[in-house]
């Protein structure tokens, strides 16, 4: 009986114990096991987080859109060049039918990666309360929308027709997503739905940003501006265009003066963290290798482009570098340093929209203090004479003139200037290029001057493949 | 006031839906007590006990049988020992147990109450008995699931620094992919043991397809390289549900659990003393196809240079990118600067030189392995106790690499009380590997636009002066650099191999701790803890002079061109590179056991929780100038600007990575398992396992997983009816049951906070595609298996057929791109997988001379049988050699494109595009479903094992292992068919170049198409995706012949030992016969990749018992 007992009692300890251990596990559990696998782990849902989401420029200011001018006229790659280079630059330079090939589009994937980035933001700022009197959740917010905003625009310049007034609620534009949910499914919109998107937000994102932002990568109000007056000017609306550019530079009107940089060095322009005064957004581009800056780069500027460039013109030993010894130069004056082509906004940009809008419209002398202005600050000073046309037609060739020389690489500006132009048949250019005994011909308005849409969109999503 | 919160804290378990398990394990606990209770108040006086040990080794022996005139009355259990109620009259009773000579022992009423019996080993080789899963030792008479133990003996057949080799041809199941061993794990899912068992249910790449490797009870983390094999007892190889199921949510892919040696109670000290060294044939650089010798090369070059494939960067003056001899040497000629007879004397002198020799004598040597241990164990009545020291010292390949490990562990178990064990035990590891070789095969680089380095470089000169390869920048760059004032730019291979001092420094500590208190005979509880905790340092120290530190001292100099003063931007000086990973884990246990027979029934239950906790953090740094004379270093530098660099552009300073990695691993987990056993002729087992794990993101429920496995076994040969006299043991075991698997990832958008180096600011980068419905995967196994011995053992083996199904697989799926992302992480894969494991042994001749034979055969038949990631035009290369899923095919599927013959006319590749001979690459590529494609077979094999003959005489004996597999399919490389990409890409050099089509009529003897320029992409991926480059990778292979001479010292009287072994091994004996007619080696991954075959190897080795 004694021994039962002695049995009962051990049984009631071990009892006790599982009992307690179980019971200590039942409340702290969960506890214990709510802690994150990795350190720098993070499931952004701050307020903080999200500003730090937008501040990656990897993402955001790193990989902006570039296809369009290996597709333009302000450069060429020769023959020998192009043999040596891979397949997708060569379709690319060539007009060819496909350019991908099945390979990964990085213009497409990179910019709609900042779509989704942006979407995740503005998806989170909907669930944390809404302090929208908070400087901070006003800039996150008004950041998403513009960057969303920009990379939409971008893709718009390659995949779809320019916008065309006349038929752009029928053209097909690009997938509007709008959600991050990746399991939905976007098919293409229409031209007009999202130059109207684009543009709703950027207004929207107006009145949320701040006028200057604490790093030139993030947006601002002078930004949007910007954005929207090159926006209008694609559109071919030219008093908008001349309304957003003249209040971006009310407000941000710097220009640097060529006269004070060492323009014989690699780089010859300040860096980013030095600040060009002429900066007003920082983005740079995803690099293709005939366009990257270095010597290795096989693009090199198109000889009847450098030849318009007098010899006091500071930009033609700025932007250029003779190619070893064959004569040839190549471009190397990106706002952004370290061999990568600018995509950000600057003034320069600005003072020749505004000029052109305002000689379009008929006041010549707004546009020629604006050219002059640009122009005295790319000059030698000694030499600079002030540009004085009296005919509407010729100053505006002048300023488009201006405008390829002052932006020639100036990441999808040209093609997008091309196709803009177009519409105007004294404008018109046709392209050509020259390979292994081929003529390849690029007229005005051709299909082509729209990119193929990604193969794995076509195959995955059943999105609707472009004519070309 | 404790038991109140007792109550409560059941009360709170009972009604959650969740807690369910845990109420189960309650239940258990409650069982075992009042079972506990009762059968001792079952037990009389007429009791009978005994102990059943092996009369060599002194070991328990578990599972041998006690019987009476026939009927079994009683077994022995896990400690060996047995008891029955004894009968009134004198009887003689049979101890019998297979692979032992049987005992009878006789019984008088009121005498001998406790029998001690040592059986004698019949078999040839010992028989093991026993498994072990970590949280018990089982007899394996006693077990349903699958289970593989290899004993110390089979485990001691082969040479070899990591415990793992030495399981290669000797496991059933168990097949090793060749990417084992390689390097130093320092992350902490950076461990590739390159093992699978039972093939692999696992299909993603974030999923980790390492079978769970448990070190006595508890995971183990660390590098496999820290554990010594000489302290290995015996290891077992748990394959189904049913054996590892106990180990919940790690073990679907299998567990490794080894067993060290250690002492036993009232066991004389034993003192073993073992060493070997083995010699390794210097490696076979010539095998690899993935070459281009000099002559074929300078061909290509020299079209190339005609084409002005070489014209940008010969025309480039500003970034100088590198360019061959021969490329200098052509464009000196057009320049007029040398004649065409001049320049083509020097290229034709360089046609005949081969790098591969000067990487023979200059960068690989023989392989010298060696290996010392001793170990010491043994016991009092009170305590036992084990110590044992080993040393390994290792000279790689590669000249200056090597490795050396220095292991010390002890153990003790101490009795104060009768009832109460306390286990004490540390181990530790120290090893060194050298790296100090980046001068092997396909390391040197010489940067764009030619990646590798050119076929006719050479190392040093026929003085043995050590001479320079073009490295970053155009020769004549170099050559000029110091008389403008730079350091020497130039890059010696040799050189560098004399200077460098790269070194991973690991060293380990395990801490044991265990209590064990015994309630009565059958029941005790068991507290352990054991603490690792594994530093990994790199210290890699690049001197002044080696040629990083003086490019990046070169790159950042700015020389005044009027005054020639030098400003360095970066310091001068070396380049100090110190990283540290620090691994802990800390693991509690606490575990009931229990374990009784009454009567027909015998119970073994066990049920315990546990708690997890693995951290790991790292760091890595770098220090620029730094001079190792003073330990000094340049901290002021301004590592945010671009500065201006040479030869051109600008570009910041590298800077030191300051941010801390770190990972926190926890786990909770309740289990339980029973074992009955009704009659030595049925046995039922059920295990159950609750895991919960801190996976990031994932709702709280779902961190949460329960397992579970049952299983039946059926001793026939026990049963009544059973009179198949040549066949005396047959028993058949069915398990089912889950298991599962861990994927660290998220169910959320996560991404990872990191500082930006444009702005300074904090941002999160990494962003991952959200997945709310992300779930654990599970793997369902059913497992037959029957077990078969003749009579006096002569033949025996087990045929197991099982069945793994595994769902909820996570899987990357592809998605379009304009969801801003390429892949998703889902759950949207099931397979099927079945085969056979079998295991046959034979002992063909028992008398002086004997003869064994071990057939090893395993069939793996796997199936996927959902797949939601479609199929893209880039499926076939993104898997480049390893197959693809589809569905109704095997995980590792290998597709082609179609192929037709070349094209007489141009020799170009030609495919099949709508039932017709097509050229239409893009077109070929686009049309990418699986229908489409040609399924050339599995690319891992379906038939695979291993073939045994062990040969003995007196002493002597002889072992043979071939290993063999069938019933799979490879890619092979072969020459790009764009002409740039032999000498722009680091792979497409092929011997198949030579083979090319070049005139019409080639095409009746080669399927090699003419080689393009400008490059064709769809046309090159086309031809190397092709059917024509598949082939059958059936082989058999000799793996190794072992000889060795036993002495025992019982048989010589004067010598100090008691027995003693004196052996000689030789492995990677190579292929006796493959289905390829190309004399590859499958195994060797052929396919863009460059390979270099294991040499042969030969050891010799003594070990010694005193």
Redesign the interface.
């Known amino acids: 009986m004694k ?2 007992q002695l ?2 009692f ?2 009631a300890v ?14 702290k ?2 506890e ?13 849902s701050t307020l903080q ?1 999200f500003q ?2 937008l ?5 955001f ?1 790193g990989q902006g859109s570039v296809m369009g001018l290996m597709g333009a006229d302000n450069l060429y790659i ?11 630059n ?1 379709n690319a330079y060539l007009w060819a039918k ?1 350019i991908y ?5 990085y213009d ?2 990179n910019d ?6 942006s979407n ?1 933001v503005l998806e989170g700022l909907a669930k944390i309360k809404d302090d929208s009197e908070s400087p901070d959740y006003r800039n996150v917010k008004g950041s998403a929308l513009f960057y969303r905003a920009y990379a939409f625009y971008q893709l718009c310049q390659l995949y779809c027709k320019p916008y065309i007034a006349a038929t752009a609620a029928d053209d097909p534009g ?2 509007l ?1 709008q959600s ?1 949910d ?1 399991n939905q499914r ?1 098919q293409r919109s229409t031209v007009a739905d999202a130059y109207e998107l684009i543009i709703g937000d950027l207004k929207a994102a107006a009145l949320l940003l701040p006028e200057i932002p604490l ?1 030139r ?1 993030r947006p601002s109000t002078v930004a949007v501006n910007a954005l929207l007056a090159k926006i209008y000017l694609s559109m071919r609306d030219y008093d908008n265009a001349q309304l957003y550019a003249d209040a971006a530079l009310q407000r941000f009107p710097a220009l640097l003066d060529y006269n004070t940089l060492t323009i014989t ?3 010859p322009f300040p ?4 600040s060009n005064p002429e900066i007003i957004y920082y983005a740079n581009c995803q690099g293709y290798l005939p366009l990257l ?4 780069s ?1 693009s090199r500027i198109s000889p009847d482009l450098f030849q318009t460039y007098e010899s006091s013109d500071l930009r033609k030993t700025a932007y250029y ?1 003779q ?4 004569g040839y130069y190549f471009f190397k004056g990106s706002y952004a ?3 990568y082509l600018f995509d950000g906004f600057g003034t320069d940009e600005l003072y020749l929209i505004r000029a052109e809008c305002a000689a379009r419209r008929g006041d010549l002398s707004a546009a020629l203090n604006d050219l002059n202005l640009l122009l005295k600050n790319r000059y030698q000073k000694t030499l600079f004479v002030p540009v004085s046309i009296a005919d509407q037609d010729a100053l505006v060739s002048r300023i488009l003139l201006e405008r390829r020389k002052e932006l020639p690489y100036m990441a999808n500006t040209r093609w997008d200037d091309l196709r803009r132009l177009n519409q105007e048949s004294r404008f018109a250019v046709t392209l050509t290029r020259l390979y292994h005994g081929v003529t390849y011909t690029l007229e005005p308005n051709d299909n082509r001057y729209v990119l193929p849409i ?4 076509i ?3 059943g ?1 609707a493949q472009n004519p070309r | 006031m404790k038991t109140k919160k007792c109550v409560r804290g059941l009360l709170c378990l009972i009604p959650k839906r969740r807690n369910v398990y845990s109420y189960l394990i309650i239940s258990c606990l409650f069982l075992i007590a009042s079972l506990a209770r009762e059968m001792d108040a079952q037990e009389t006086a007429q009791r009978v006990t005994g102990v059943v040990t092996d009369a060599q080794t002194g070991r328990p022996l578990a599972g041998a049988t006690v019987s009476s005139a026939g009927h079994s009355v009683a077994r022995s259990d896990s400690s060996g020992r047995f008891q029955f109620t004894g009968t009134t009259v004198a009887n003689t009773y049979e101890i019998s147990f297979i692979g032992y000579k049987a005992q009878l022992l006789k019984y008088t009423p009121g005498k001998n109450l406790f029998f001690v019996v040592r059986l004698e080993s019949e078999a040839f080789a010992l028989r093991e008995v026993t498994v072990s899963t970590g949280y018990q030792t089982l007899s394996k008479e006693r077990v349903t699931g699958s289970f593989d133990q290899i004993g110390n003996r089979l485990f001691n057949r082969s040479t070899g620094t990591n415990i793992l080799e030495r399981l290669n041809g000797v496991a059933s199941g168990l097949r090793f992919t060749g990417t084992a061993f390689n390097g130093v794990a320092t992350t902490n899912t950076g461990r590739i043991l390159g093992i699978n068992i039972r093939g692999e249910a696992t299909l993603s790449g974030n999923v980790s397809k390492d079978p769970l490797i448990v070190v006595d009870n508890f995971p183990y983390e660390g590098n496999m390289a820290n554990l010594n094999p000489n302290d290995v007892e015996s290891i077992t190889v748990l394959k189904d549900a049913a054996a590892a199921s106990i180990w919940g949510a790690r073990a679907g892919n299998g567990v490794i659990v080894i067993t060290t040696k250690k002492g036993r109670k009232n066991q004389p000290m034993q003192v073993d003393l073992s060493a070997n060294v083995t010699v390794a044939k210097r490696p076979d650089l010539f095998y690899d196809r993935n070459f281009l010798p000099s002559s074929d090369y300078i061909g290509v070059e020299t079209d190339l240079f005609k084409k002005g494939y070489f014209d940008t960067y010969l025309n480039n003056t500003t970034t100088r990118p590198p360019l061959s001899p021969v490329i200098d040497l052509l464009d000196q000629v057009k320049k007029g600067t040398i004649t065409a007879v001049d320049a083509d004397n020097r290229i034709n002198a360089l046609r005949s030189l081969d790098i591969r020799d000067q990487y023979a004598q200059y960068a690989y040597r023989p392989a010298v392995k060696q290996q010392y241990a001793l170990g010491v164990h043994g016991g009092t009545a009170q305590q036992s106790y084990n110590f044992s020291i080993g040393y390994d010292k290792n000279l790689d390949q590669l000249v200056r690499n090597g490795f050396d490990r220095l292991t010390i562990s002890a153990g003790n178990v101490y009795s104060p009380l009768k009832n109460l064990d306390i286990t004490t035990g540390i181990y530790y590891s120290r090893n060194t590997t050298s790296l100090n070789n980046n001068i092997g095969m396909q390391s040197l680089t010489v940067g764009t636009p030619l990646p590798g380095v050119y076929p006719y470089a050479q190392f040093a000169d026929a003085e043995g002066d050590h001479l320079a390869v073009t490295k970053g920048y155009r020769a004549a760059y170099v050559a000029d650099a110091v008389s403008k004032g730079f350091f020497d730019w130039s890059y010696r291979p040799l050189d560098e191999l004399a200077l460098a001092d790269n070194a991973t420094r690991s060293a380990e500590l395990i801490l044991k701790a265990g209590l064990k208190y015994s309630f009565n005979r059958h029941l005790h509880a068991d507290l352990q803890y054991q603490n690792e905790r594994q530093t990994v340092d790199t210290r890699n120290y690049q001197a002044p002079g080696s040629f990083a530190a003086r490019d990046l001292v070169n790159r950042f100099t700015i020389i005044d061109p009027v005054t020639g003063v030098k400003t360095y931007q970066v310091p001068k000086g070396g380049i100090l590179t110190l990283g540290d990973y620090l691994l802990n884990s800390s693991n509690g246990r606490l575990q009931l056991n229990y374990d009784q027979s009454f009567g027909k029934h015998s119970i073994i239950a066990l049920a315990g929780a546990e708690l997890r906790e693995l951290t790991t953090t790292s760091y890595q740094r770098t220090s620029l100038g730094y001079d190792d004379t003073y330990g000094t270093s340049s901290m002021a530098l301004n590592y945010s600007t671009s500065l201006p660099v040479n030869p051109y552009g600008t570009a910041t300073i590298p800077s030191p990575d300051g941010s801390i990695r770190g990972g926190l691993n926890r786990f909770v987990s309740y289990y339980a398992n029973v074992g009955y056993t009704y009659d030595d002729r049925y046995e039922l087992t059920l295990s159950g396992r609750k895991d919960g794990a801190n996976i990031f993101g994932v709702r709280t429920n779902d961190r949460v997983t329960p397992l579970w496995s049952a299983g039946l076994g059926w001793n026939m040969s026990r049963e009544q009816f059973y009179h198949v006299n040549w066949l005396p043991h047959l028993r058949a075991r069915l398990s089912y049951g889950y298991n599962g698997n861990v994927y660290n990832g998220s169910a959320y958008v996560t991404g990872t906070y990191q500082t930006n180096s444009l702005t300074g600011a904090t941002v999160i980068a990494n962003i991952s595609a959200p997945n709310p419905e992300l779930r654990w995967e599970r793997v369902k196994n059913i497992n037959m298996g029957v077990d078969f011995a003749s009579k006096g053992d002569r033949f025996s083996g087990t045929i197991e057929y099982f069945i793994k199904n595994g769902q909820d697989l996570i899987q990357n799926v592809p998605l379009f791109s304009s969801s801003g992302y390429l892949t998703f992480t889902g759950n949207a894969a099931s397979t099927r997988s079945h085969g056979f494991d079998i295991t046959l042994n034979s002992r063909n001749l028992t008398g002086a001379f004997k003869w064994n034979t071990v057939l090893l055969l395993s069939t793996l038949k796997d199936k996927v049988t959902e797949y939601n990631a479609p199929f893209t035009s880039t499926s076939l290369t993104q898997n480049a050699g390893g197959g693809i899923p589809a569905v109704g095919r095997s995980l590792y599927s290998v597709f082609a494109y179609k192929w037709s013959r070349l094209d007489p006319a141009t020799g170009d590749p030609q495919g099949e595009l709508a039932g017709k001979i097509s050229k239409n690459y893009s077109g070929i590529i686009a049309n990418f479903k699986p229908d489409s494609l040609q399924y050339m077979g599995p690319a891992r094999p379906t038939l695979y094992g291993s073939f045994r003959n062990d040969f003995s005489y007196k002493g002597f004996a002889v072992s043979v292992n071939l290993l063999y597999e069938f019933g799979f399919v490879f890619r092979r490389s072969s020459t790009s068919i764009s002409e740039a990409d032999l000498v722009s890409g680091n792979f497409g050099q092929n011997l198949d170049y030579e083979q090319r089509w070049q005139q019409a009529g080639d095409e009746l003897h080669t399927s090699v198409p003419s080689l393009v320029y400008p490059s064709n992409t769809t046309r090159n991926t086309f031809y190397q995706y092709s059917a024509a480059l598949v082939e059958n990778g059936a082989n058999i292979r000799l793996q190794d012949i072992r000889l060795s001479y036993d002495l025992s010292g019982r048989a010589w009287k004067h010598v100090p030992f008691k027995n003693a072994q004196v052996f000689s091994y030789a492995s990677n004996l190579g292929l006796i016969w493959r289905a390829n007619k190309r004399g590859l080696d499958p195994d060797l991954s052929n396919f863009n990749a460059h390979a270099i075959p294991l040499p042969f190897t030969l050891s010799f080795g003594f070990n010694l018992q005193f």
Not at chain 1, 271 to 274: E, I, R, S
């Open positions: 021994h039962i049995t009962y051990r049984c071990i009892m006790l114990t599982a009992g307690l251990l179980l019971f200590a596990s039942c409340k559990q969960d214990w096991l709510d802690r994150k696998n990795t350190k720098s782990d993070v499931s952004p987080d730090a989401v501040d990656n420029t990897t993402s200011n020769t023959e020998t060049a192009l043999d040596a280079e891979d397949q997708v060569r496909d090939n099945g390979t990964t589009a497409w994937y709609y990666r900042v779509v989704e980035f995740i690009i997938p997503r991050s990746v976007v790093y990568t060095t690699a780089d860096t980013f963290a030095k800056n270095g010597g290795s096989s570098a190619s070893g010894t064959t340093a370290s061999g990604p193969d794995d969109e195959h995955l999503e999105l």
